[in-house]
């Protein structure tokens, strides 16, 4: 069984930074593309960043300059660092991960989600 695990989330005063991480355990073959969504209350799910295989990615136009997404393959981790944030920054962060579990069966992951509060 796969799991995502996020850990990093918490509260930060504006202009502060964190690091959210995501891990990925269980059996599975590979990992292809992973990523970070979140969700303010009474909103949608949006993509925060995306980061492939080969360690392409792609931004949110509001995190654009102040996140950068980042990944270890070697230990199936995948990473959001976070500056300069912003109170508008407040939500919960998810993970995704899209997931060979063998040569012939792709699914996609989500973490359990962790909370990011942006506040003086």
């Known amino acids: 069984q796969v799991q995502l695990v996020e850990s990093g989330g918490g509260l930060v005063q504006p202009g502060g930074s964190l690091r959210l991480s995501c891990a990925a355990s269980?059996?599975?073959?590979?990992?292809?593309?992973m990523g970070w969504y979140r969700q303010a209350p009474g909103k949608q799910r949006d993509l925060v960043a995306t980061i492939t295989s080969g360690g392409g990615t792609n931004y949110a136009d509001s995190v654009k300059g102040r996140f950068t997404i980042s990944r270890d393959n070697a230990k199936n981790t995948v990473y959001l660092q976070m500056n300069s944030l912003k109170p508008e920054d407040t939500a919960v962060y998810y993970c995704?991960?899209?997931?060979?579990?063998?040569?012939?069966?792709?699914?996609?992951?989500w973490g359990q989600g962790t909370q990011v509060t942006v506040s003086s």
């Open positions: 995704n991960a899209d997931i060979d579990i063998t040569i012939i069966a792709r699914r996609a992951y």
């Open positions: 269980g059996s599975f073959f590979s990992i292809n593309a």
